[in-house]
């Protein structure tokens, strides 16, 4: 079994920080990228921030300059550290990555559960 298991998520002031992370567990043969989306009430789920397996990095325009993606020391880890949080970054946070789980197995699309962040004063 496979799953993506995030931690770090909670309340913050305007102006503050967190740093959510993402641990890939169970039988994993190669993993393409790891990264975050979010969720808002009463919105769709949309992009936050990736990393692939060569190190590259992506992020949204609305947390460019405060979000940085990384890996961990752990294996198959993946951090978002996130400054200077706003009011509208306030939304359930999904891990996700892509990859395989054997040799000759295609790459798939796995979800975390979600863990809420949410900025108010």
């Known amino acids: 079994q496979v799953q993506l298991v995030e931690s770090g998520g909670g309340l913050v002031q305007p102006g503050g920080s967190l740093t959510l992370s993402c641990t890939a567990a169970g039988t994993i043969f190669s993993i393409n990228e790891m990264g975050w989306y979010r969720q808002a009430p009463g919105e769709e789920r949309r992009f936050v921030a990736t990393i692939t397996n060569n190190g590259n990095t992506n992020y949204a325009d609305s947390v460019k300059g405060r979000f940085t993606i990384f890996r961990g020391v752990v294996q198959n880890t993946v951090h978002l550290q996130m400054n200077s949080l706003k009011p509208e970054d306030t939304a359930v946070y999904y891990c996700?990555?892509?990859?395989?789980?054997?040799?000759?197995?295609?790459?798939?699309?796995?979800w975390g559960q979600g863990t809420q962040v949410a900025v108010s004063s």
């Open positions: 996700h990555s892509e990859f395989s789980r054997y040799l000759g197995d295609s790459y798939r699309d796995y």
